[in-house]
């Protein structure tokens, strides 16, 4: 996926929203983008091989405008819109597909950054995250406005790239260069993890190449399975033992779905203390576990997060850096 994190700029609450994409999907299911989880959020995705822009106005509140039109395999132009009067649209190559009324607009900063070709961590709508995307994404576009019809369909017809000087624009990533580069002029540049520069729609694009779980079909054979209490931010192998950390994993999302739509009273601040957990608030957990059977052999609580793909062992140490700029150095003392 490529990475945006939580610029301010980047901040949808309370304003309308316009997203688009050139997209040539290999497979009917993935993320196209993605800002936000299961408190607020939005993002434009394929299911069953047909697009879908999904509004999150809230824990109980989500709004889906769904194309009848399966695109995989070919260029497509797609185009969601969230305007001032709580529209959420659908554009496909031009063309309005459907449309849907939101209870309003987002109402606060969701707590998980912007991504392209996959939702990390927490999903915005009902699909299970990461939802990774297969196949090639170029010239996305965020504006933090309603484009008008024609606007759409003078974009969607064109033979050129979409201008990047539009003032209104908050992001614009031509991913010429094999960079995640933001062309808008506020500096929302992306990070790259594992996609690659490949020929795109106008000059270059990023090709995604999501592996499926064993669950979706993979050919990989698991030795053994074990769900864990936090999500892995580091994580290093010594000898027969592997070390695990990361934030606390505080809710399963399958049935936090569920009971979003059932609207359980209680979620919300359960969402609350995940989101807590995810900024560090709440601290970190590591685990040690057997590599040979996955079974746990310690656990010990950390007063703050590990920085991404942040440990090492060396000399019967363990070495961890962290969020806030330090290195913490354990040993068997």
Known sequence: ?????KPVGLNPANKPITVEAWIQADRPEGVVLARGGPSVGYALVM????????????????TTAKSKVET????????????????????????LVDEATAPSLLLSDPAQGLEIGADDQTAVGDYKAPLGFTGMIDEVRVYHVALSDDEIADH??????????????????????????????YGHDGELDSSQS??????????????????AGSFVEHLWTQDVPLMVRAMV???DKLFIAGPPDLIDEEQ???RTM?????????????????????????????ATDGSTLAEYKLDTLPAWDGMAAASGRLFMSTTDGRVICFSAN
Request: net charge positive; glycine share 10%.
């Open 1 to 5: 996926m490529i990475r945006f994190g």
């Open 47 to 62: 299911r069953g091989g047909k697009p879908q822009f999904i509004v999150r106005s809230s824990t109980e509140e989500v």
């Open 72 to 95: 995989v395999g070919r260029w497509t132009h797609l185009v969601g819109v969230l305007s001032e009067d709580k529209h959420v649209k659908l554009y496909s190559n031009g063309k």
């Open 156 to 185: 969607a017809s064109s033979t050129d790239r979409t201008p990047t000087d539009d003032r209104r624009l908050v992001l614009a990533c031509t991913f010429e260069g094999g960079t995640a580069e933001d062309a808008s002029g």
């Open 198 to 215: 490949v020929k795109g729609k106008f000059g270059r694009a990023m090709e995604f190449s999501f592996r499926q779980s064993k669950a």
């Open 237 to 239: 192998k010594a000898n």
């Open 256 to 258: 936090t779905f569920q």
């Open 262 to 290: 059932a609207r359980d009273p209680n979620l919300a601040s359960q969402l609350t203390q995940q989101d807590d957990a995810l900024s560090g608030k709440s601290g970190g957990l590591m685990r040690v576990v057997s």
